[in-house]
Nanobody
Framework: QLQIVESGGGLVQPGGSLRLSCVAS????????IGWFRQAPGKEREGVLC???????TYADSVKGRFTISRDNAKNAVYLQMNSLKPEDTAVYFC?????????????????WGQGTQVTVSS
């Protein structure tokens, strides 16, 4: 069974960058579509972006031009590069996965979830 663990969160100043990692074990991550989500205090979880077959990526409007996703199949990992961070990006960030054959929506239907990593953007 797939297990995924996020890391790389922390405190960063506005305008700064962070790279979050989503590392998998128990299965081959390249067989899965991956979504990144975030949840800020007092708010509902929201989709940030996803990557699926043939590297097709969908971004939420709030992060377009600032966030990118990439895969490293050799490391069984997916990365979320976050640039030009804003205070409103502060949240717990989650990586989620679903088998590509079962993917039907960028921001819903995921089977496996990590525990989350905190990102705080503040001066």
């Amino acid at each position: 069974q797939l297990q995924i663990v996020e890391s790389g969160g922390g405190l960063v100043q506005p305008g700064g960058s962070l790279r979050l990692s989503c590392v998998a074990s128990g299965s081959t991550l390249s067989d899965y579509a991956i979504g990144w989500f975030r949840q800020a205090p007092g708010k509902e979880r929201e989709g940030v972006l996803c990557i699926r077959s043939r590297g097709i990526t969908t971004y939420a409007d709030s992060v377009k031009g600032r966030f990118t996703i990439s895969r490293d199949n050799a490391k069984n990992a997916v990365y979320l590069q976050m640039n030009s961070l804003k205070p409103e990006d502060t949240a717990v960030y989650f990586c989620a996965a679903v088998l590509r054959s079962r993917w039907y929506s960028c921001f819903s239907g995921y089977t496996y979830w990590g525990q989350g990593t905190q990102v705080t953007v503040s001066s």
